[in-house]
Every structure is written in structure tokens, then in C-alpha cells.
């Protein structure tokens, strides 16, 4: 069974450029939600996708976007970096949307904005 | 977003010794879960809590659902030095259904 995987491992991108970051769900699982772990910080919630819809969004601005595709593999995208989006982005997969649902993560991308 | 209240914020204690830690929010919760992240990794899930009262174990680690549904308790027995890491409790409101809010985490050093 593989687990959840991301790409790339490592990023650097400049403040007002663009970024995608992938992520590939674990074998079996529809469900995949992402979040940005700042330094010393929890994750926080950004969104979530089961079956290639949007299904749920924390406190994030719009130019925080993704997309989830028919193998259940998503996207991240981040228009307009800021240096404040500097962080850890993880992805989680899951077997469905809900409370009995357990999520498990990726290594996640780092993102660096400078 | 809203984040949990999690303590203690770090623990150093000798290899042997058992750990507790706790989480805790001004909402009810239907959902807890326990997380172990290691720098530069993404968190690997512990345990799973879904009712009120629950108790589970997974070897060594034991977390309770908090019987008013605003805390859950982590206690690891005998810690040893693979056991140094970042514990995170994450939980969902009832009303939220899919989004989970994490704790602000409790880093623990084993020491030899």
C-alpha cells in the first residue's frame, strides 16, 4: 500500500509569483484536504476535496486554490505569493469526507517566499 | 482559524518516566485525534477517538475522548528516546463535519 506522497520536497519563489503543489492519495482513499503548517504552528485547514469537488474551506483568501482529478490526486495553487505563505503545506488523504475518516498525511512541501 | 489549547507546551523527561499531555476547547468536539510529527516530516496519526468517555490504546500511548467533549488526555508509558517528537491533538466541532483544528502542539525530549 503507498502512502500519501507530495512534490516537490522543497520550493523557493519569489513574493507576487505563482506555486502548485501536488499531492498523490493513499491507495483506496477519494478524499484529500490540505494545510499550512507555519514554524512552531499546528496545520492549519485550508481546504478540502472529495470527489473532484471543493467540500469544505478554512480561513484562507481566494488566491488559495486547488483542484482534485480523477485518480483522486490534487493540486495546490497559490497566486500573488506573500511571505507570510512561507510555510509547511501538507496534504492529507483520507477513505471519505467525515467523521470517521482519518487522515494521514504526506512529508509535505516546503515553501519559502523571499 | 481556530486552534486548540494544548499543555504542556514542552516536556523534558528521563527515559523510563510516563508523560501525560491534554488538549482542550471551548467547543464540544465528535472527533479527536492524537498526531506525532519529527522535524521536517508530516505528522503520523496515533490514535482515534470518536465518543465521549472512550479510552484506546495503541502499545504504549493511551488517549481518552474527555467525558464533556472539550478535552482529550495523551499519556505515553515508559518513553523512550524514539519517543522525541511533536504531539499533536487535532478534533472536529460538530458542526464543521469535515474540517479538523489542531492543538498548538507539545514538544517532548526523552533524555537517555
Known amino acids: 500500500e503507498t502512502g500519501v506522497t507530495q512534490s516537490p520536497t522543497h520550493l523557493i519563489k519569489t513574493r507576487g509569483q505563482q506555486v502548485t503543489l501536488r499531492c498523490s492519495s493513499q491507495?483506496?482513499?477519494?478524499?484529500v484536504s490540505w494545510y499550512q503548517q507555519a514554524l512552531g504552528q499546528g496545520p492549519q485547514f485550508i481546504f478540502q476535496?472529495?470527489?473532484?469537488?471543493?467540500?469544505g474551506r478554512g480561513n484562507f483568501p481566494p488566491r488559495f486554490s486547488g483542484l482534485q482529478f480523477p485518480n483522486y490526486s490534487s493540486e495546490l495553487n497559490v497566486n500573488a505569493l506573500e511571505l507570510d505563505d512561507s510555510a509547511l503545506y501538507l496534504c492529507?488523504?483520507?477513505?471519505?469526507?467525515?467523521?470517521?475518516?482519518?487522515?494521514?498525511f504526506g512529508p509535505g512541501t516546503r515553501l519559502t517566499v523571499t | 482559524g481556530q486552534q486548540l489549547n494544548q499543555s504542556p507546551q514542552s516536556m523534558f523527561i528521563q527515559e523510563g518516566e510516563d508523560v501525560s499531555m491534554n488538549c482542550t476547547s471551548s467547543?464540544?468536539?465528535?472527533?479527536w485525534l492524537w498526531y506525532k510529527q519529527d522535524p521536517g516530516e508530516g505528522p503520523v496519526l496515533l490514535i482515534a477517538?470518536?465518543?465521549?468517555?472512550e479510552l484506546t490504546s495503541n502499545g504504549r500511548l493511551t488517549a481518552q475522548f474527555g467525558i464533556t467533549r472539550k478535552d482529550s488526555f495523551l499519556n505515553i508509558s515508559a518513553s523512550i528516546p524514539s519517543d522525541v517528537g511533536i504531539y499533536f491533538c487535532?478534533?472536529?466541532?460538530?458542526?464543521?463535519?469535515?474540517?479538523?483544528?489542531f492543538g498548538t502542539g507539545t514538544s517532548l525530549t526523552v533524555i537517555p
Open positions: 492529507a488523504s483520507s477513505l471519505g469526507s467525515g467523521r470517521r475518516y482519518e487522515q494521514y
Open positions: 467547543s464540544i468536539f465528535n472527533t
Open positions: 487535532a478534533g472536529q466541532f460538530v458542526d464543521t463535519g469535515n474540517q479538523f483544528y
Open positions: 476535496y472529495y470527489r473532484e469537488e471543493e467540500n
Open positions: 491507495s483506496g482513499h477519494n478524499t
Open positions: 477517538l470518536y465518543k465521549a468517555g
